[in-house]
Structure formats: C-alpha cells, structure tokens
C-alpha cells in the first residue's frame, strides 16, 4: 500500500520513531507541514502532490486547521485521518463536539483515534473509527536501573483547559504527600527523570483515554499510578489493577495502594516489571506504527456524489 503521510513540522511530542514505524510497515511518503502549508492545503495539494498515486492518504495535522479548510478536505481522496486528542470532543473544553461536527462533514474517511471508548462513541455516531492506542518512543525510553530517588512525581504540563481536572488532582495529592510536579526538556532530560521517580502518579482526569505519559512512565519502569479510565479502555489496553499498574478514581484511593505498596516494596516491584513489560511487548512506537497501517488496510467507504455538501448545507440552513 502506497501512503501519503502528511504530518506538522512543528509539535511538543516527539513522534519520530511512531513516523518510522509507519513507513517501515507500508510504502510512505511522509511530508513535513509547517504551519503556512498546513493553513492553506487546498495550495499545497495543487504544488506538490498528485493524488493518483496514492492508496491512501493520511492526515495527521492540527485539529484546528482541518476545521478550517473542510471544503477542500472533501476532495481528497482516501482520506484517512489519524488523531490522538479526538477525545476532547466529550470534555468540556473549547474542542467539545467539533471533532463529531467535522467528521459528519467527512463520512466517508476513516479515523483512527488512539481511545477505545472514543473510538467506540464516534462509531456509534456514524463515523468510521478505529481505535490504535498511544505508544511510547522504543529508541529513547527505557529502564536504565537507576536508583530511584524520587518517591512520587509526575512529569507534564497542567496548564490548558483540557488539564484542568488533572492540576486539581496534583494539588490535593501534593497537600498530603510528597509529591514531585515538574517540567522537563524531550529527550535524554526526560528519560533521566522518569528513571529517578519510583511512583509515577498520572492524573488524565476526565479525559476518557490514556496519555502518552502512561506508557513513557511504563517503559521507564515507574510503578504508573494512573487515573482510571474505567473497564472497557483497561480491558482493550491489558490493563490489571495492581498487577502491572495501579488504578485509582480519588486521592484518598491512590493514597491507600500507595500505603500497602510501601509496606510491601517487592510488591511495588512486580508492578513495575510487568508495567514495563506490557509497555514493551505492545505499546512501542514500531508497533503502533505497524498497527496504523494495519487500520487503513481495510477497504474505505465511498465517497459520495459531487455536489452532496452544498445539497446537505442547503438542507441545513447552513
């Protein structure tokens, strides 16, 4: 299969090795999109790309660029579109329902969100979804056998609106623990200090789905102290309350595991070798990038009649 990968110049995440896992698992053509291209696709497109020689397309930009150009977007063909913050659309923050709206407008794309139960929900609304988790980056992240000298600490931004239930978590826990809230630069910055911390405490409250963090502090060999994101998601990812993570829903509740994993330090230690061990065996970046490709093997639906968006915005009123 011969892809066109299109993918932001400019971002926080480091995707490189999930980049890489992708090319390796198909035919790619990766671009690079810094922000003008990606403002104007309609321009991009008629420079530099000739969509007959692609199987598929894959989208993986900024959200509030696509919403911005959906009348060029429905012209591309086999469109698929790869999003990992899909799951904004059932918070409450300045993305709530957009992701839906924008979809409907592209019926016939496929998504792939990386949210079980987000990926569940737009199905049920009509959209062609499909789930393939977040990963973490094999080339840079490991257990390096550190001593640990950071009981509890989390590493991360609590600043945007979509974190907000996330700060409120970090600041009562940090009223009754010691805990250790910190920013770090990518890198080999980061990687130290996930090796230093022993219980990595996630908070991704009210998101619906697992952040990056999760299995980064995993794969580094952190006990994950995770926010539970409910059955159905801990199912689909192989996750065990207390076996390879600990999941908690209060502060009162991570407080208690806490106490009987510190009272049993072999315990805790089990945790984080089979923590580790899942992070490895499914959730690298050469995996995940394999299993994105697996999600646009399947036949797309048809796109429809020219002249179907003018005829569904009339009917709307829009």
């Known amino acids: 299969m011969k892809i066109l990968f299109l993918v932001q110049s400019e971002q926080r995440a480091i995707l490189d090795r999930l980049y890489e896992g992708i090319q390796r698992s198909c035919e790619c053509d990766i671009r690079w999109l810094g922000r003008d291209d990606q403002a104007n696709l309609r321009r991009y497109f008629r420079d530099h790309v000739d969509v007959a020689r692609y ?32 799951y904004q659309n059932y918070i409450r923050c300045k993305y709530t329902g957009k992701f ?7 019926p016939w794309a496929r998504v792939i969100s990386s949210g079980y139960v987000v990926s569940k929900r737009l199905r049920q609304e009509g959209v062609d979804a499909v789930f393939v988790p977040k990963g973490y980056d094999q080339a840079l992240l490991r257990d390096l056998g550190y001593e640990r000298d950071i ?32 920013r770090t630069n990518s890198g080999e910055e980061y990687l130290n200090t996930l090796n230093r911390i022993r219980f990595f405490v996630s908070a991704d409250v009210g998101m619906g789905e ?34 390879n993570l600990v999941l908690y829903r209060t502060v009162v509740e991570l407080r208690d595991k806490l106490a009987q ?5 072999a315990w805790a230690a089990r945790i984080a070798v089979n923590g580790r061990m899942l992070a490895e065996s499914r959730y690298s970046f050469a995996r995940i990038g394999a ?11 048809s796109a429809p009649t020219p002249g179907w968006f003018c005829r569904l915005r009339n009917r709307l009123g829009v």
């Open 291 to 301: 299993g994105v490709v697996q999600a646009m093997q399947a036949p797309l639906r």
């Open 210 to 243: 697992y952040m990056i963090k999760n299995f980064e502090a995993m794969a580094c060999g952190c006990v994950l102290l995770a926010y539970d994101q409910g059955e159905e998601e801990n199912r689909a990812l192989g996750f065990v309350d207390m076996e």
């Open 261 to 265: 994993l510190r009272a049993d330090p």
């Open 55 to 86: 199987e598929r397309i894959l989208f993986f930009l900024r959200f509030k660029q696509e919403i911005r150009q959906v009348d060029f977007i429905r012209s591309v063909p086999n469109l698929v579109i790869l999003e990992h913050d899909a």
């Open 100 to 106: 839906s709206a924008h979809y409907h407008k592209l």
């Open 151 to 182: 009981e509890l600490g989390f590493v991360g931004s609590t600043k945007s609106v979509a974190y907000s239930g996330r700060k409120a978590l970090l600041d009562e826990l940090a009223k009754v623990e010691n805990l250790v809230v910190t």
